[in-house]
């Protein structure tokens, strides 16, 4: 790991800017202040010096602290580092940022590299960034380390030549070896010539290769330059990843002996790194995080298929044959039964019905499509692919009111649905940014919602959403100094004058209500998706009501991102004087010409130009009170 803790810009220094004075006798043992909600404390006056010492007691002690590393991607093109962030406490305990009510569904979300890890962080997950770390407190934000994570370019990975030849092998036999790699236990490596027969003999043509020398790193890397090849499905692609098409089918063809090919490879690759990792003493992380992307996405599949399914041999009159038996489709059943009620679907009492008898076997009551099957397989691997395969789940068992998602394997970030009395958004929509700031709005496996309807949709109907990109405002340097910028100390000093530090309270009696959201308008783009020509995006709007009196409309234009903060601890904390920010309450918002280019609205409300945007300072901060109702949010947000 290449930990990046450069020394970022200088702040303003720290002086005592009302004059030397004499430093206070404050123990330097000091414990944390006894009010918080009092500054200077006791015993202390704005003309105090602190050491050191006192001022970690009296101002970091408990205050949140932002980090940033870098860690080369292996087998990339370019050679680039990816950087990751997390919150840490003065103490050192790391924050564990997310938060989801789902565990089971948000379990399949993500892919932990390292299962002994005790909590997840940002570079352990298999999806990059980490859906772990995804979601943010409050519906419609996301964590701080998600949120550098998807400033990140994907790497380019190479696809080296393979180092071996594949045999011919036909698909009876593919069956065959995983039925016996199924019912087998790895067990700790020692030199096995039946092992090395099967890879060698009917797998791998290797000329070259010496039976009786064969080790386990050299099958691992023969095994990964095979699997690298572009001839094998990139499941590292979400839009390839419902797999379920390959072995759900009666009939196969080239494309399912495929599947089970590398799925066969893969499986082999993945028992000799477990045997590698015991006999190592180590973990199986570390392994998985240097293979090539496509290879680790590849042994991913892998181990969910057998977590998930089972081989049972059917006998006919004539032969024998395979079926694949769901190990854990009546839980996973449960769990699209548990999102449908925590999302209020319109639907629950006959969704229930038919997931009921289909439950206790007596027929088959949903026609399962493609994504639903691979959610209830327990095949899905991490990331979007879950929200949106537990989704098709729900549309699937009321086939009256059957929505297609304009092509559900593509699984559009901005995008959203009406479904009969609410409306429903990918959550890292913009209208599902701003709506999960809604009272009764949930984010429930990555979809906000339910939401209010629009009068200006069918009552079952799919949008894309037409959005601009926000001008990136974090840079490199930005993350490489995130520490030195961001100490609750400001600079570095060997004295800390209490003047230097305010304590910044809210301020709970400007509390207002005088906002109401009045309606959700979407309206037709006509031009055609910029993803896909054969459908037309759409522009959404909130319209609010002020004061009971005017009604007001703010276009959401661009794809601006809600960061959840973190919670300190034994706060509130003081802030250092260089930390300048500008401080106005939610009713005053409107009015705030000076900010009207940097929120991407304009005066009228319909979006400031890109240009503006990007000749803005962006070091200015802007705080908003909006306490009370949950619509001064939603006002916030949309603003």
């Known amino acids: 790991m290449d930990d990046v803790h450069p020394q970022g810009p200088k702040l303003s220094p720290s002086s005592n800017r009302e004059g030397t004075a004499p430093e206070a006798s404050v123990d330097s043992a000091t414990a944390p ?139 009876s036999q593919i069956l065959d070896r995983l039925r016996f790699l199924q019912d087998i236990k790895p067990v700790p490596f020692a030199p096995n010539r039946e092992e090395e027969d099967f890879l060698y003999g009917q797998l791998l043509l290797d000329p070259d290769s010496d039976l009786s020398n064969g080790t386990l790193d050299r099958d691992i890397d023969v095994l990964s330059s095979i699997l690298n090849s572009s001839v094998w499905i990139d499941l590292s692609d979400c839009r390839k990843q419902f797999v379920a098409k390959y072995h759900t089918e009666e009939v196969s063809d080239a494309s399912t002996e495929l599947f089970f090919h590398q799925l066969l490879l893969s499986t082999e690759l993945d028992r000799r790194i477990d045997l590698s990792a015991t006999c190592a003493n180590h973990s199986t992380g570390h392994m998985l995080s240097a293979l090539p992307r496509k290879v680790a996405w590849a ?52 969704m229930e019905a038919r997931m009921l008898v289909e439950s206790e076997g007596r027929a088959m009551q949903c026609r399962w499509t493609v994504p639903s099957a691979t959610f209830l397989s327990g095949t899905v691997l991490p990331g979007r692919t879950v929200s949106w395969s537990v989704l098709s789940c729900l549309f699937d068992c009321n086939p009256a009111h059957r929505l297609t998602l304009g092509g559900l394997e593509e699984m559009r970030t901005q995008s959203g649905f009406q479904y009969l009395s609410h409306t429903y958004w990918y959550w890292e929509s913009i209208v599902g940014k701003v709506l999960g700031a809604m009272q009764g709005s949930k984010n429930i496996a990555g979809w906000i919602g339910p939401c209010i309807l629009t009068p200006d949709l069918e009552s079952v109907e799919y949008v894309r959403i037409y959005r601009k990109k926000v001008p990136e405002r974090m840079r490199k340097r930005d993350l490489r100094s995130i520490a030195a910028r961001s100490d609750p100390l400001g600079t570095l000093s060997g004295s800390y004058p209490v003047n230097n530090f305010h304590l910044v309270l809210p301020n709970f009696s400007k509390v207002v209500d005088f906002v109401r959201v009045e309606k959700l308008a979407v309206a ?88 503006d945007l990007e000749g803005e300072d962006n070091d200015k901060v802007l705080v908003i009170e909006a306490y009370g109702a949950a619509e001064n949010a939603v006002l916030a947000r949309a603003w």
Not at 587 to 605: A, F, I, P, V, Y
């Open 33 to 171: 202040i006894e009010d918080p909600e009092i500054w200077p404390p006791r015993g202390l006056t704005n003309q105090s010096v602190l050491t050191y010492d006192e001022a970690v007691s009296l101002v970091s002690h408990g205050a949140l602290l932002f980090r940033a590393f870098s860690l080369s991607a292996h087998h990339a093109i370019d050679h680039h580092a990816h950087f990751h962030a997390f919150l840490e406490l003065s103490n050192g305990h790391q924050i564990l940022e997310a938060t989801s009510p789902m565990t089971l569904i948000s379990d399949r979300n993500s892919f932990p590299l390292d299962e002994s890890l005790d909590r997840p962080t940002p570079c352990n997950t298999l999806e990059q960034p980490s859906m772990a770390l995804a979601f943010g407190k409050y519906p419609g934000t996301m964590t701080f380390s998600r949120y550098i994570g998807t400033l990140n370019r994907p790497a380019v990975s190479v696809e080296g030549l393979p180092k071996v030849m594949l045999r011919r092998i036909d698909l």
């Open 299 to 350: 042994v991913a599949m892998s181990r969910r298929f057998f977590q998930n399914l089972a081989f049972e041999e059917v006998q006919t009159a004539t032969s024998s044959r395979y079926s694949l038996v769901p190990q854990n489709k009546f839980s996973l059943m449960e769990m699209v039964l548990d999102l449908g009620y925590a999302l209020k679907w319109p639907t629950m009492e006959q």
């Open 524 to 611: 037709r783009v006509n031009i055609p998706s910029r993803d896909d020509p054969k459908y037309v995006e759409h522009k959404v709007a909130m319209q609010f009501a002020v004061e009971g009196r005017s009604s007001i409309s703010l276009r959401l234009r661009y794809d601006v991102s809600f960061i959840a903060a973190a919670a300190c601890w034994a706060g509130p904390h003081v802030l250092f004087y260089d930390y300048t920010y500008k401080q106005v309450c939610v009713d005053k918002l409107l009015h705030n010409d000076e900010w009207s280019g940097r929120s991407g609205q304009g005066k009228s409300g319909e979006g400031a130009s890109t240009d």
